[in-house]
Structure formats: structure tokens, C-alpha cells
């Protein structure tokens, strides 16, 4: 176990110096590339804080739509290994066509739109936009 | 695109590149080089694809110019770029068919000039970032009338005669195919190819796609990026529409539903059109200019198309990132993803 401050609180800091000091020093491609790296910072404190949450709730959706049982992997890398897995699996059932319509299809729609609402909640601080680069 | 994009570094020096253009315009003008003076080159900040150069050009002689230019160049040692003769011809044709566009001056197709194929064209004054668009107050009578300016714009695009010899090269679906199933198919593949994750929510849109692309239609040419990223603008409306360099030939209703695509909404979701306006209005304007009528659900498709080319757009950026290209903003993008994905389950399910 590690010391504080902890891996969020760290890079809490480095968002705030990049935020607060490093971006109104600079300007131009650079001071977009300092803002695009202050949320990129944020992003993986984010990630940190909901990722095992969101894989173990990920996990389950995932064995209910593909009828799988099998044991929850315990240990965050595993885990995110098995649930790249089922997605995988999932994929293939959708491009055989399992997913173009019926009941199994709606099951399928919940399940994505709410691990897609998972992604934008890590990734979606208050950006810049690309256009802010020219 | 930020300037962290690799950038070929140029063969020339830019007083060599400025000595060349000198007695390339000249012969283009039929002047002697002693009355061409060329000035002020600069590299402009801009996409991988092609290279662009701001410069000033006075032509002496009998009656002095002085001409403010844009150059566009393929970058040098590229291999399998558009064509820059052709998208400099496209461009000529679009001006004759009073679509705003930058005047194009003189073509070069000899590598030798300049290491690649290049054009020089006017260089205009405009603005051309979205974000200012939508927010500074200056613009409010731009934004208002934009959505129907774009309509009767690509009317007038998509009425150009694209079977005239200068546009002969334009690339094109293949013949019984419509180009609705083949640009659906083209990503697929290439997200396929390219994505380091299994994109379900991709192979869902795939498979939506395929299954509702619409019958091979009349084919026209289709500017291939037209989005309000590519509209140059001032407080008085549309200036010129640019980069032409995706130009094909294909479904006219493809360039509606790329403007339509949220991402160029900056935000501004309420109106799909680039966060400026409905479709019905750019539909109408469209319309009302000549355009072939507009089927819904063709527009329908070729929204959820351009989210899909979207989604693919930013899954390559990523994949640059993961291949060794290091670039802060190309590993920023991959994880835009999911808002493609997400403007796609919702486009094709109805929003949750």
C-alpha cells in the first residue's frame, strides 16, 4: 500500500498546475495541447475512482445477455480481460445477426447504452474542442 | 488538426521554395521572372493529408497585381494522396457554378517544381472556427441564415455536370453498387481492421446500415467533407466552402447527412444542422434551390453513416496514437468514440 496522497489526489494535482499555472502562460497549439493534457489527467482520476464498478456491473450485464456463469475474475486486470472477452463475444452474435430484432435486441440496447454511458462519464469532463488547435 | 500531427519536413528551403514559384508563376503568366515577385511564404497550420502555404504574388508588367495566395500541396514523398490537379479542377468547375469558392490561379503537376503536385489559389478573409460561430455575437445573422445558405449551396454543387472530361477521375462506387452499401461496407472493414477493441455498438450501426441503404440513385458530385468546419465565414453569411480534396462522385443525400452529424453541433444539440440550424431548413433550401427532393429516411441513413465514418475517424486517429505516432491530441480522440457510438444508438433506437 502506498502513501498519500493516492493515485487520484496526485493526479488531481498535476490537473490543477496544468489548469491554473501551465495553460494561461502559454499560448497558441500550445496552450491547447496543455488544456487537451489537464483532461486527459482528469479523465484517468476518473477512471480510477469508477472503473472497478463499472467492470464488475459490465461483467454481469454481459453474462445475463450471453447466458455465461462463470466465476467474477477478483483482480481489476482480469477482470477488464474478461469483460473485453465477452464483448468480443457479444460482437460476434451481433454480426451474426442474432441482435437484428426481437426481444434479445432490446436486452442488448439497454445493456450498450448504458455502458456507453459509462464511457462518457469517465471521458467526458468539460473538453476542448478540437477546432481550438488552428 | 494541432500542430502535433507529423509533419514532413520540407526537401526545400522556403527561399528555394519562393525562388521556384517565382519562375513557375512567371511562366505560367508569361512574364519574365524578373517581374514576378513572390513574399511573405509561411506554412499554415492544417490537416496530415496536405500541406498548405499562405504567400504573397506580385505579377509586374503592364499592369501590376498583387495577389494574396494560398498554396496546396500534397506533402513530399506521399504516396496515394488525392489528386491535386483534379481537386484544383473541381474547384474551378464549383466556381463556375457560383458556389463560393477560393479562385484557383494555377495548377502544377510536376513533382520536380516543388517535391509534390501543387495549386495556388486566392487567399481569402474569413473565419473559420465553429466554436466562434456559435458564440461570438457578431455572427448572429451567420448563424441564422446558415442552415439554408448550405442548402442552396450544395444544390448548386450537386448541379455541377460531373460527366464533363476536367472531372473525368472522380472517384466512384463501382458500377451495381450503390455507393450507400459501399461506403457502409468500406468502414466496416476498416474498423474492423483498425479498432484494438470489439466495437458492438459499430457492428450494430453496421448491420443497420446494410440493411436499409438506400436503392443506387442518380450520381452527382459530392464534396465529401461538407461540414461547418469547411464553411469560411464572415458577419454577412458563407465566404467559401473548402477542402474539396474528399470530393467523389456519390449520393447527393451524403453530404446532407454529414452536416447533420453531431459532432459539428459543438454542444449546440438543439439544432442538428452544425448547431445552427434544423434540417428542415437546409431540407427546404435544398430544395427550393434545385435539389432533387429529399427522401427521409435517405437522410436518415446517411446521418447514422456519417456518425458511423465518425466513429472510424477517431478509431484511426487512436490507432496512429498506438502505432507510434506521438501525438497528445491523437491519444486524446480514441476515447471519443463513445460519443459517436452514443449519437448512434440514438439515431437508430430513438433517444433513451
Redesign the interface.
Known amino acids: 500500500m502506498n502513501d498519500r496522497p493516492t493515485g487520484v489526489e496526485l493526479l488531481r494535482a498535476v490537473e490543477r498546475f496544468l489548469e491554473q499555472e501551465v495553460v494561461p502562460r502559454l499560448d497558441g ?1 500550445r496552450r ?2 496543455a488544456r ?2 489537464a ?2 489527467v482528469a ?1 484517468v482520476a476518473k477512471e480510477i475512482e469508477t472503473e472497478e464498478a463499472q467492470l464488475q456491473s459490465e461483467w454481469e450485464r454481459l453474462g445475463v445477455l450471453l447466458g455465461l456463469r462463470e466465476e467474477r475474475p477478483s483482480l481489476r486486470d482480469a477482470l477488464r480481460e474478461a469483460v ?1 472477452e465477452r ?2 463475444a ?2 460476434a452474435r ?2 451474426r ?1 442474432d ?2 430484432r426481437g426481444a434479445w435486441r432490446d436486452d ?2 439497454a445493456h ?2 448504458r455502458t ?2 459509462d ?2 462519464a ?3 469532463p468539460p473538453r476542448v ?6 | ?4 500531427r507529423p509533419v514532413t519536413a520540407p526537401v526545400l528551403s522556403e527561399a528555394e521554395m519562393m525562388a521556384r514559384l517565382r519562375d513557375f508563376v512567371a511562366a505560367q503568366a508569361s512574364l519574365a521572372p524578373g517581374e514576378v515577385r513572390v513574399g511573405s511564404l509561411r506554412r499554415l ?1 492544417g490537416g496530415a493529408s496536405r500541406e498548405q502555404w499562405s504567400l504573397d504574388v506580385e505579377l509586374g508588367g503592364a499592369t501590376p497585381v498583387l495577389l494574396p495566395l494560398v498554396l496546396r500541396r500534397d506533402p513530399p514523398g506521399r504516396v496515394g494522396e488525392s489528386d491535386r490537379g483534379l481537386e484544383f479542377r473541381v474547384l474551378r468547375a464549383a466556381a463556375r457554378a457560383g458556389v463560393p469558392v477560393p479562385r484557383v490561379h494555377w495548377c502544377c503537376g510536376d513533382a520536380s517544381v516543388l517535391g509534390a503536385p501543387f495549386f495556388l489559389m486566392d487567399r481569402l478573409e474569413g473565419e ?4 466562434r460561430l456559435l458564440r461570438n455575437p457578431e455572427y448572429a445573422a451567420t448563424r441564422a441564415g446558415l442552415a439554408p445558405a448550405l442548402g442552396a449551396i450544395l444544390a448548386r454543387i450537386h448541379a455541377i455536370d460531373a460527366s464533363r472530361p476536367e472531372l473525368a477521375g472522380l472517384a466512384s462506387a463501382g458500377a451495381g453498387v450503390g455507393s450507400a452499401l459501399l461506403e457502409t461496407r468500406r468502414i466496416a472493414e476498416a474498423v474492423g481492421r483498425l479498432a484494438v ?5 459499430l ?2 450501426a ?2 443497420w446500415l446494410e ?1 436499409r441503404a438506400p436503392e443506387p440513385g442518380r450520381r452527382v458530385l459530392v464534396h465529401g467533407d461538407y461540414r461547418v ?1 469547411n464553411v469560411m465565414f464572415d458577419a454577412t453569411g458563407v465566404r467559401a466552402i473548402l477542402d474539396w480534396e474528399l470530393s467523389h462522385l456519390g449520393d447527393p443525400v451524403e453530404d446532407l447527412g454529414w452536416l447533420c452529424v453531431r459532432a459539428w453541433r ?1 454542444g449546440n444539440d438543439a439544432l442538428p444542422v452544425g448547431g445552427v440550424g434544423t434540417r428542415e431548413a437546409l431540407v427546404r433550401a435544398y430544395q427550393e434551390a434545385g435539389g432533387a427532393p429529399v427522401d427521409r429516411e435517405a437522410l436518415r441513413f446517411w446521418e447514422v453513416c456519417g456518425n458511423f465514418k465518425l466513429a472510424l475517424v477517431f478509431i484511426t486517429q487512436c490507432r496512429a496514437w498506438i502505432d507510434g505516432v506521438p501525438s ?2 491523437l ?2 480522440l480514441g ?2 468514440t ?2 459517436a ?2 449519437e448512434l ?1 440514438d439515431l437508430m ?1 430513438g433517444p ?1
Open positions: 497549439p491547447y495541447h487537451v493534457a483532461n486527459l479523465i473485453r464483448t468480443q457479444l460482437a451481433i454480426r445477426g441482435a437484428d442488448l440496447i450498450l447504452r456507453i454511458a464511457k462518457l469517465v471521458s467526458k474542442t478540437r477546432e481550438e488547435s488552428v | 488538426m494541432g500542430e502535433a497550420a473559420t472556427l465553429p466554436r477493441e470489439p466495437h458492438p455498438v457492428d450494430l453496421a448491420r440493411a468546419g459543438f497528445l491530441e491519444a486524446s476515447r471519443r463513445a460519443e457510438e452514443q444508438l433506437e433513451s
